[in-house]
């Protein structure tokens, strides 16, 4: 008999656990299998997507960037620029904090105080001063006429200030912010639990309960998905693709990622890596036979599966400054024959080496695509050496200026969808007392260019700063400051009864999700 | 023998410190941690700003003096990425790791010691022969296959067991443990069964090749001939017998599970330290990389000491000098 009393006890747990389940069946519950554990949940004390996908899931911006890249209000209702350098934002009314509190102005000038002394000191580069005009306004200066600060706002957390303000981590060990989701648990390396905020202004979020698990290894998190352990999956691999497809009860979603692979090139008198007296590069004519030698459709199907979008500008569409009709791989089409005809005309028909530097563990394929070119340009006569590396190595190895490098493979994304930020960014002429060109590896210097940008970067209207940037996107098409290659695309595998939108910059948020009882 | 202690710990501590050079000289070689966190267009002050708040804008030997003054005083860094101390976020995720390292152990000792005599006390039988086929593939196929054949066979085709993760843990003096619960017993198995895959072949083949060696002893027949019967002889002097080279291997390979462990941890998204130092090498978070292997470095010299000392209680002939 009393051999009996365990398996009794294991009946009546059973039972229990079944009547709990039960319960909890009216609860909906979504569980995510991302590519890596967050690392912070402070969003100022680093960037990196697996982080930035938790902060917005418990904090909200002034200003939200949509799925396809429109920005809309947020925590801030409306907004107005009362000259060029001075906006008027209207915050929202009964915004509550996970704590119950109100969310009031003192907290977005708070905010922006605090992010001056992080890591992430950059991201508030364009906000001169933030003040606050009453408990629902604030008002926000900028250095200069900056059209598109809205844009840039939708990257800027708003934490509370009675919360984070009360030590140097205090956000850390208690998250508070207003988003749709509250930190409930986090068990470091095996999950994340968040609880939807009921009280959310954007009304109570569909999914009740999101549990965010990190599977590095890409086969098991297609793996935990077929087993119904997780309904969706962040980069699903390519090789996994059509195993999930032909599962029944899953599907795969894809969008073209914001992440632009470029090439940058070298434009200094004497290149580095290249052993000629002179840089060929400067040669406009050179850069356009790089240019087409390289097989991008080639590229796309024999490296990425298929699995790219070959750019046709420097920007995604959409963008402040994005060219319609313009596509810079037609102004450029392979063409090995004319790429030879070029270098010859330029001076360098015998070809020339070059050493090109790339990753081998960052992007989709990195170091497949920097082989595939070697052996493209090398038809064509130009040697190219490859020094591939790791990213931990990679940031620091081509760091600006970069002593180094003459060719450099990297991604380059502009989340706030604005061509301007990128090419003052990477094209600016360095070492003026702008700080622009922080990225302007190649040193590349075009008058032309600095005086475009400086006149999108004096007017306040957003109209008029899309032209001015479209003239400097014509002009870089034809200058080649960089070779614009592909959008790696997103890949997602979906189990059947999740309604998912993915979004451009990959921001996958439990909010906008739905899924079936 | 307390002359030995002495001098073992001593020898202790200067592996340690040699282990300390090495990881921070290698350190420099895997990166730059700053542009690991600053976003990429950061203008110079920010990145130095950054640079400053890590320490690392001093030169690389005032680094490690550094590091190991505050070593000395019990401070072992902080980690760049998580702004944790990052002893504590080893020693948070250790539990995980020593876990399925117990599990693994378990299973190694319960499937090799018995398979190990069996094979050794009866070569010529056919399942001692079917035994040494399967340790030889335990031996050679490689951790991270069988680790993926596993889930593909039992999570994904049978729906027996969950794929990854730890699942449902209860406290035990405020440490996570996932085998007191049905559900985290069900994760561990799969990651536990893979991680004791080569240790339980070393450990069987060192079992047989032991017993083979002592049935031909002439005590054992003598045993025999006294009238033991055959499975005493062969568990209660055989075994005994032939169990020191056993101990030996299983110190080190109690070293080696909790090294290994970093393969299996990556595939099956177990949490602990293992998967913690691939993460932290990716991003190049040097303190943690050192804390983690001045720890696997302290828990090899602690085993090794403990196996030499492990040897006279087993084997009286043998004496610790």
Redesign the interface.
Known sequence: MTRMLPLWRAGMLALGVSALAVGAACAKELTIGMT??A??V?PQ???ELNSTILFYHIYDPLVRRTADLKFVPGLAESWEIVDPTTWRFKLRPGVKFHNGEDFKASDVVFTFNRLK?T?????G?NVASVMAVDDHTVEIKTPSPFATLPNKLAEILILSEKNAGAGP?AE?ASPLGTGPYKLEDW?????ITLEAFPEYWGGKPKIDTVTL?????P??RT??L??G?LDLVIDLPVRDVDRVKGENGFSVVEVPSLNNMVLALDFRDKSPTIPLETNPLKDQRVRAAMAQAIDIETIRKVIMNGFSTPSDQFVPEGSVGYLPDADFHKMYPYDPEKAKALLAEAGVGDGFEITLDATN?RYVNDAQIAQAMASMLGKVGIKVNLNLM???????YI?NPSEKSSFIMSGWNVPSADAGAMYQ?LYYSRDNDK?YG??NRGSYSNPELDKLVDAANATADVAERDRILKDATALLLKDIPMIPLHYEQDIYGVRDGVTFEPRRDKYVWAFEMDVAE | MLAYLIRRLVQTVLVLLAVTLIVFLMMS????????????????E?VA??RA?LGLDQPLPVQYLRFLGNLLSGDFGVSY????PALS?IL??LP?TLEIVFVAIVVALLVAIPLGVHAGARPQAASSRTVMTGSLLGISLPGFWVG?ML??VF??QL?WL?????GD?VDVFGV?ISIATRDGLAHVILPAVTLSLSTTAILLRMTRAGMQEVMRQDFMRFARAKGVSRQGVIWRHGLRNALSPVVTIFGLQVGDLIAFATITE????W??IG??L??S????DRPVIVVYLMLVATMFVLINFVVDMLYPILDPRIRAT
């Open positions: 890596s554990d690392s912070v402070d004390a680093g960037e002394d890591n992430m000191a950059e991201l580069a981590d850390t068990a470091k390396e095996d999950h698990r990190p599977i590095t290894n086969a098991t793996a935990a077929l087993t352990e563990n790791p990213k931990s190595n990679f940031w620091g760091r960014t700080g922080q990225v | 070689f895997t990166g730059d941690p700053v542009f690991m966190l600053v976003p990429i267009d950061s203008q110079p920010v700003a950054a708040r990425v998580f702004r944790q976020l948070e995720r995980a993926m889930i593909l999570a994904v729906r969950p794929s990854s993760g730890r843990t996570p990556t595939i099956f998204s949490p602990g998967k913690l691939i993460d090498i990716a991003r190049a």
